[in-house]
């Protein structure tokens, strides 16, 4: 292996840094000064390259940018002690692998230089994964195979298809597959998300207006199925559409017709239709909130998207192919993961699905440390819940929250208590936005009364168990009144 070359003209730092790394069995060259280790590099690399900022007779930022045309694999490390934003900002501009503020603890400096030793000789030994060509859709699990294969069995129709799944999941990218892949694929295709619209407004965007149709309507407007003409009209989150519109949208997929608001000849509509939502219809018709000839004019063909957690074998892939794209994107190296990293990423619940993923991706591109992406570099929220996928609470592939031994109702209380504070919370918080996700795609009713009472019941059931029975000393603990714990008790039926 190459030697670590320290540039600073400060002996006691070179000093203190080939001491701590000759411990670690590693060698190393010093330089007072960036001319040195410039006429240096005329003959020779080093494995890391460490270098103050600020030197009498030339800056560590030129002695950065000179290394990065040179060496562009090679790690750089910015010291400076100077702990100011515009040094931080620039070294990383630069390039540098990491910034080390002055004073530093010298054990973490070297956990440092190893690292960056760790990813030079990953980078000498690394095959470039870079992707030619950009994948419509990835996915190696055998839901998304089966997803493949409708696709492609709808290729030749123009069927009408319901796409269903969680929020992230890629609808939109489903149904723009189905266009690009059907016998309209050198239509238009217009996207419509109809949660997205206000309701006074969600009409004439679906089917446009005439001049003076009503107070601002200055000009006549084409809507969304006169802009789709031969082509495909994909309408997103289509559970949320008001009922009145649901009404005229039947008579367009009925009859083939429509009218302007306002207007009062009719136009023929020559469009596919591709509905999407996360929520249950069938649900929702039962309620009465989704008219039932509606669902099954929209029903015809139905695709599910499976959650990620459903298909956690393709989040390395997904992972790779994100990291590739944000790189492109920046104009950067793409970073790579670590099998520890992936295999841990594969363990988390991911509740915003893909899209969650890929904007994970978009923050480790930019804020990763290392071009080998580490547990540790992961962002803290996902570090921190270390129990988020198996031990305190388990999701299941309709998205309920699995009660596990020492629960209350899906609300892990034995195994919270026991857990540092920070990770606790993570846990139940998690675990109570699954639990709330659950029901809202169930329409349950009362969803907030519901968990109040639950949460409640929890609470009140621990404090009674800590306090062996004892109702007033409980109440103290929980900083509530005598009169309101005896209340709720007989109010939850925790009398028992």
Known sequence: MKPIWIVDDDQSIRWVLEKALARENFTTRSFS??????????????????????????????????????????????????????SAVAAFQGGAFEYLAKPFDVDKAVELIRRAVDESMRGEAAIDERVTETPEMLGQAPAMQDMFRAIGRLSHSAATVLITGESGTGKELVARALHRHSPRANGPFIALNTAAIPKDLLESELFGHERGAFTG??????????????????????????????????????????????????????????????????????????????????????????????????????????????????????????????????????????????????????????????QKDLPPDLTSRQDVSAESFAVSTDGAVAALPNSVNGVASAPIAAAPAGVAASVWENGLRTEVARLLRENSADVMDELARRFEAAVIREALDFTRGRKVEAAERLGIGRNTITRKIQELHLDA
């Open 33 to 86: 000064g960036v001319r040195d280790a410039l006429a240096a590099l005329e003959g020779e690399s080093p494995q890391v390259l460490v270098s103050d900022i600020r030197m009498p007779g030339g800056s560590g930022l030129e002695l950065l940018q000179t290394v990065r045309d040179r060496l562009p694999g090679l790690p750089v490390i910015i010291m400076t002690a100077f702990s100011d934003l515009d």
């Open 217 to 374: 309507a200055q000009a006549m407007r084409q809507g969304r199925f006169e802009q789709a003409e031969n082509g495909t009209l994909f309408l997103d989150e289509i559970g949320d559409m008001p009922f009145d519109l649901q009404t005229r949208l039947l008579r367009v997929l009925s009859d083939g017709q429509f009218y302007r608001v306002g207007g009062h000849n009719p136009l023929k509509a020559n469009v596919r239709v591709i509905a999407a939502t996360h929520q249950n219809l069938e649900s929702r018709v039962r309620q009465g909130l989704f008219r039932e000839d509606l669902y099954h004019r929209l029903n015809v063909i139905r695709l599910r998207l499976p959650a990620l957690r459903e298909r956690s074998e393709d989040i390395p892939l997904l992972t790779r192919h994100f990291l590739q794209k944000s790189a492109r994107d920046l104009g950067v190296e793409p970073k790579r993961v670590s099998d520890d990293a992936l295999a841990y990423l594969a363990s988390l619940p991911f509740p915003g699905n893909v899209r969650q993923l890929e904007n994970l991706c978009n923050w480790l591109t930019v804020m990763a440390p290392a071009q080998v992406i580490e």
